[in-house]
């Protein structure tokens, strides 16, 4: 079933020059992702279940003087870099024709949300404006939902032929599980569809690309910080954990539940255990808990590298640590905070794998890794081995290449694509959203909270001043103000 907010119509393909009756089977859109610091444009042509990528770009904001992302830097960036990023698109369109003219794309896709508003707004309303000079359509993409289907549209340019478009198939198939993991979400999501995604679990505090960065800037020494090129610090800690990479690490996942309660209390070399999250205290009363949590790993890794181990009391210290921690305890915090994290990540998919099987549902055959912490490569070596042994070893796993885990235009333009290909056009009026589940496919402005909706409200009220004549329903900013 297609959201009812999105308009459906029928396709119409516009170009600058002639196409051949096999180019007009294709599709071509011109895809925007500007939801945080990356500013990102392609070029995505589509056979159906095959694609062909023109363009592929993105420049990330420099925030490295605030150790994370700044909204205005990253608004700077955007204003700055994604009209040369456009021109340099413009100037991939495939040409064809006699006179080798420029293809005009069939539609734009852009990132409507979530993310930040400032930054959704600079790639929205360019978007719209690329619509409005070519007369095409515009298809607002889920940035999450674009994250899981990015298998999809990796098997679909693996797949590209200019003839056999209609024999490939796409896969993964729906159904499909997705564990999309990244700086701002932290979710485990069942998608039966396109358009139907129902979220398993989901993060109560912080998401674990944002734990991770955190425990990086912590652990890793002031040389290493110094090399940094971004804020990613957590791609930089696994960096620094695995100096030799993970090709003959040796890791030995644990078997039960039993197991996992045990590790809680079992002590490092230097002393101090680290604790998996829902498992420790309490005789893990929240071991079964469909949840996802994070804000105490980090404040583990934040106590120990501030105040170290009170052997004694066998606790962390009380008084700050009278001298910096030695490297050699930095590489094993690194390791044990990422082993942690992963295995709270894998903890959780065995937890509802586990109900599945018990309530006799059938088994999706693939679990989809998406999102920027896609690209650890010890995630990716952990993950089927916590799997396997915990009865699950026929469960496919499936991440796309490092490229694609992070944010990126070349998903948003395949998630546009197969929306497109279903029908799917977005309204021209349509605004970003800070927030939006993907549960919400279908009525995405029920997204809104009360600081959504007193933004809008002041944008109404300033286009009133200047002479618009638009409604403003001052009942929807009283509720919005006593929520």
Not at 391 to 399: H, L, Y
Request: glycine share 6%; hydrophobic share 40%; net charge neutral.
């Amino acid at each position: 079933m297609l959201p009812s907010s999105w308009r459906v119509a029928s396709r119409r393909t516009l170009i600058f020059g002639s196409r051949s009756l096999q180019q007009i089977r294709s599709l071509l859109t011109l895809a925007i992702e500007t939801s945080c610091d990356d500013t990102a444009v392609a070029i995505l042509e589509s056979n159906g279940a095959t694609a062909k990528l023109h363009f592929n770009a993105k420049i990330t904001a420099n925030n490295g003087e605030y150790t994370g992302i700044h909204p205005v830097v990253a608004l700077e960036s955007h204003q700055r870099n994604l009209p040369t990023l456009i021109q340099r698109a413009i100037e991939n369109l495939p040409r064809s024709g006699q006179y080798g003219l420029a293809t005009k794309p069939d539609f734009i896709s852009v990132t409507r949300g979530p993310g930040m508003r400032a930054s959704l707004n600079t790639g929205v309303g360019t978007a719209k404006g690329l619509a409005l000079a070519w007369d095409i359509p515009i298809v607002g993409v889920h940035h999450m939902q674009a994250h899981a289907l990015t298998p999809r549209l990796c098997s679909a340019l693996d797949s590209w032929s200019a003839t056999s478009g209609d024999s490939a198939s796409t896969k993964p198939a729906f159904p499909f599980l997705s564990l999309l993991v990244s700086g701002g979400h932290t979710m485990l999501i069942h998608s039966a569809s396109l358009a139907s995604h129902k979220i398993l679990a989901n993060t109560t505090d912080i998401a674990i690309g944002d734990m991770l960065d955190k425990a990086g800037r912590a652990i890793l020494p002031p040389s290493v910080l110094a090399t940094a090129k971004n804020t990613a610090y957590g791609a930089l800690l696994e960096a620094y954990a695995f100096p030799d990479g993970i090709e003959d690490l040796a890791y030995a996942p644990p078997k039960s539940r039993r197991e996992e309660r045990e590790s809680c209390t079992r002590p490092s070399p230097f002393g101090w255990p680290f604790p998996l999250p829902l498992m420790a205290g309490e005789h893990g009363k929240n071991a079964k808990l469909s949840a996802f949590t994070f804000s105490g790993i980090d404040t583990h890794v934040q106590r120990l590298v501030s105040h170290g181990w009170d052997h004694a009391r066998n606790k962390p210290s009380q008084s700050p640590r009278a001298t910096p921690m030695l490297d050699t305890e930095r590489r094993h915090l690194a390791k044990e905070a990422l082993r942690v994290a992963f295995e709270h990540l894998a903890s959780r998919v065995v937890l509802v794998l586990e109900d599945l099987k018990s309530s006799n549902h059938e088994l999706p055959a693939t679990l989809v890794i998406g999102g920027g912490v896609a690209s650890n490569n010890f995630l990716r070596r952990l993950m089927p081995a916590f799997l396997a042994a915990r009865a699950f070893p026929d469960i496919e796993i499936v991440a796309p290449p490092v490229q694609f885990c992070t944010d990126n235009a070349a998903m948003i333009g395949w998630a546009g694509l197969e929306m497109y290909q279903a029908g799917v056009r977005t309204s021209m009026e349509f605004g970003t959203l800070r927030k939006w589940s993907l549960e919400n496919l279908e009525s995405p402005e029920m997204e809104e909270d009360s600081r959504d909706v007193l933004a809008r409200l002041k944008d109404k009220e300033k286009a009133k001043e200047a002479g618009d004549k638009s409604d403003i329903d001052s009942t929807e900013g009283r509720q919005a103000i006593a929520n």
